[in-house]
């Protein structure tokens, strides 16, 4: 539903193409906030309940959320996504906070760093994936274990959040939050209801530089500085030649794959990118996302739709 994302209207509505956002606002009776949003973004986070909007510091690096009012989600309320307790002009951005150096967002999670090295979550802390309890607005992490001035990167996801930090040493520790069920895993094979310290020995003492998923809840894959790959979940899912889905709950380093620059997590796959610019990818190719890879036989029935459970070389996605 769009009528979420701050079109200033509290109907659903369908929008054909890309539009801006200023041009469902009326310039004459929002004029600050019209200036600000014309000239002064520079981020933004979607989650299903809203839109976040970051703007830069000719507008006090302020944080705006635009949302609807009593929507669900999976039969949830989604009231406590918002970040604000009135529901006036819900419709259209409202401020939320100032200072703000970065936003990360998840479904149901969110997490803003302030220049001033404090942090705000907010939330349904749903699996415990705050890390602190629930809140409707943003509220100050006043933890132990994490130290707000030497973050590095936040991961959010749905279910788990995943956490770099700067060591006193040049190094990195790494901590996760969230739940170890039926259906999840948090690469230790735990639940933990606050942060917990990621041993970097499982990931070969390398640092970690991006987490993602294929899922938000069971399905992660990691990149180090090194240029390795290291995953848990669903076995079918994360390259390692088993067609199976058992989850695979301790971390596991891909071995089939080195001089990794960059990844990305969609619906049921993993995209790497290697240094000499090939494309690799596992993982369900059902809208053939992944298109035909290196292997495949192509005169094969469905060959472009074909679920890779290794890791293949997907020409059609290089440039």
């Not at 990818?281 to 996302?289: A, L, Y």
């Amino acid at each position: 539903m769009l009528d979420i994302y701050g079109i200033n209207s509290d109907k659903p509505s369908e929008i054909a193409n890309f539009k801006k956002l200023t041009d469902y606002l009326n310039k004459d009776e929002t004029r600050d906030l019209y200036n600000s949003l014309t000239e002064n973004v520079v981020d933004y986070g979607m989650t299903n309940s809203g839109l976040y909007i970051l703007t830069d510091e000719n507008d006090n690096n302020s944080l705006y959320v635009c949302t609807q009012k009593n929507i669900e989600f999976s039969g949830l309320p989604l009231e406590s996504e918002r970040g604000f307790e009135e529901l006036d002009n819900y419709n259209i951005p409202i401020k939320i906070l100032d200072n703000v150096k970065y936003i990360r967002t998840a479904s149901t999670n969110k997490f803003a760093l302030t220049f001033d090295n404090k942090l705000y979550c907010w939330g349904w802390n749903d699996g415990y994936s705050l890390g602190m309890n629930a809140s409707n607005v943003p509220s100050l992490y006043t933890g132990n274990e994490i130290k707000p001035s030497q973050i590095v990167e936040i991961f959010p996801q749905s279910y788990q959040t995943y956490i770099t930090q700067s060591a006193d040493n040049n190094g990195q520790t790494f901590w996760v939050t969230g739940i170890n069920h039926v259906n999840g895993a948090t690469g230790l094979d735990k639940t933990f209801n606050t942060w917990s310290e990621f041993g970097l020995n499982l990931l070969g003492n390398e640092h970690v530089q991006s987490v993602v998923s294929s899922n938000m809840i069971s399905d992660y894959l990691v990149l180090t500085d090194k240029g390795n790959l290291y995953a848990w979940g669903r076995a079918n899912m994360i390259g390692i030649g088993r067609s199976d889905s058992e989850i695979i709950r301790n971390v596991r380093k891909i071995d089939t794959m080195s001089d990794v620059v960059q990844i990305t997590g969609g619906n049921g796959f993993f995209v790497a990118i290697k240094k000499d610019g090939s494309v690799w990818g596992t993982g369900s190719n059902m809208s053939g996302i992944l298109g035909r890879w290196i292997g495949i036989d192509r005169t094969s029935p469905n060959s472009r739709y074909k679920t890779a459970f290794d890791w293949v070389e997907c020409p059609e996605l290089e440039l």
